[in-house]
């Protein structure tokens, strides 16, 4: 009868050594070779190298959250800066959901916003002296009443899917929306709850009433929520979700319960998201009903998704817009809400991953050296698209005039220049602008197209070419 080191390749040894993971491409001789009896004795495992990639990445994303408030000093700009570290974390909690999960929700806010008011209510009571915990671990009580708050409702959204799940959401949302306007005793009604974040005692001197320590602070908490999140993805748990997603008969099929996975997660997503309002809530010092509105919840659904909600890195972008968008683009024209769906409805119907899939597409064209080829073609899609930018704003912002500011005159200031909205010159000139800049885009998109079609064809028959060498 055949015996294992008969019909086997290689000696009892070596087998043994296979079995362990001891590579056996060592010089011949017995040279780095383990004997059977130390193999038998003990596991030896490999060291797989360091991802310098991944350590340069967050290494510069903290030196950014570092060095941010020294290079932008005013105290506009750190207050800026705060509200995008808050929403760095409420875009990517919300995209835990969304991008990770596929759950459409319609209602985050209700878990940043009541996150809000839980760490407000404790910021009260450690300022009366009944709440023995220093401010600075305040968000976590957010969290914590945000996370509570899921596993209360997110029993019920998850217990189905898709088109449900975001009906169902959106319910809780109104619902919630609701409540704040008629429980005034934790509420506040409409003037909300309002606190002190300089409470208790200072901590090495820190006691966060100037708004650079507060900055500081969130910027720790944004390193280590956005850290944390993406360690998520890399675990089961974070797996399976995507499985879920994807197929989740097939995840059924080998086992899973799919309404326990989106369950869990939704109870994760929660915790962030709270955090992100306990944050908030030492931000500004106060909590109102809008927190926990129907447009802060909006305003997560559309940023992340321009951000890019297939990506990990996208609802970071999204949430540096969201800011932006509501902080500064919101000072320099009434029609900024008009301005953003239309670039929303241009990213649907264009760029549907996103701005980090653009980001993500261009690096792939650069890997394979071809990307300083489009820059001519980039440059004019910038020029044409400039063009008609300023054509229908000019047209947007003369009709908002003849809406809103009438009584202020006919003349509407426009990028330094006089426009009278009872004129025919400044019609026809907004108009033609516009449609040379539609005619010039539309020649400059038709050849980019027929340019990155065939740097695409070359990529992948590059790509097949390598897989077989």
């Known amino acids: 009868m055949a015996t294992l080191s008969d019909i086997g390749p290689g000696s009892e040894a070596e087998r043994e050594n296979r079995r362990v993971g001891v590579p056996m491409d060592l010089p011949a001789g017995g040279a780095g070779r383990v004997p059977a009896g130390r193999a038998a004795r003990g596991r030896y495992y490999e060291f797989r190298p360091y991802n310098v990639a991944r350590i340069v990445i967050w290494s510069a994303f903290a030196l950014v959250l570092l060095v941010s408030p020294l290079v932008f000093t005013s105290g506009l700009s750190i207050t800026i800066l705060s509200q995008i570290g808050i929403a760095i974390i409420a875009c990517l909690s919300y995209n835990m959901l969304l991008g990770q999960g596929g759950m459409l929700s319609f209602g985050h806010a209700v878990y940043t916003g009541l996150g809000t008011y839980f760490a407000i209510h404790a ?18 009580v957010g969290g914590l009443g945000g996370m509570a708050i899921a596993v209360l409702f997110g029993y019920v959204t998850t217990k189905k899917a898709g088109t449900p799940f975001a009906m169902i959401t959106l319910g809780v949302a109104e619902l919630v929306f609701a409540m704040s306007l008629m429980f005034s005793e934790f509420f506040g009604g409409e003037a909300g709850i309002s606190g002190n974040r300089v409470a208790g005692e200072p901590f090495f001197g820190i006691t ?19 850290a944390a999140m993406y360690a998520f993805t890399r675990t089961p748990l974070g797996r399976i979700l995507n499985a879920v997603r994807d197929n989740p008969e097939r995840v059924e099929f080998i086992g899973y319960d799919t309404q326990r996975v989106r369950y869990l997660v939704f109870i994760i997503a929660g915790f962030f998201a709270g955090i992100s309002g306990g944050l908030a809530a030492l931000n500004f010092e106060i909590a109102t009903a809008e927190v926990v509105g129907p447009a802060r919840s909006g305003g997560y659904l559309l940023f992340t998704f321009l951000g890019g909600a297939t990506f990990f890195f996208g609802p970071i972008i999204g949430g540096v817009l969201m800011v932006l968008a509501f902080v500064l683009f919101s000072e320099f024209t009434k029609a900024w809400l008009l301005y953003l769906g239309l670039i929303f409805m241009f990213m649907v119907m264009y760029a549907p991953g996103g701005i980090a899939s653009l980001i993500m597409m261009n690096l792939r064209v650069a890997a394979f050296g071809r990307l300083r080829e489009l820059w001519v073609s980039y440059l004019a899609l910038g020029v044409t698209a400039l063009l008609v930018l300023l054509g229908a704003a000019a047209m947007v912002e003369m009709v908002y005039h003849l809406q809103l500011n009438v009584v202020m005159g006919d003349t509407v200031r426009f990028l330094g220049a006089d426009l009278n909205v009872k004129s025919v010159d400044s019609w026809f000139g907004a108009a033609f602008v516009l449609l040379t800049g539609l005619g010039l885009f539309e020649l400059t998109r038709r050849h980019f197209l027929r340019q990155w079609g065939e740097i695409q064809e070359y990529i992948e028959k590059e790509t097949k070419r390598r897989e077989t060498l």
């Open 123 to 140: 910021l009260n009571a450690v300022t009366k002296g009944q709440l023995p915990i220093p401010v600075s671990l305040l968000p976590l």
């Open 208 to 226: 966060f009433g100037p708004a650079r320590q507060v900055y500081y602070l969130i910027a720790v908490y944004t390193f280590l929520c956005v």
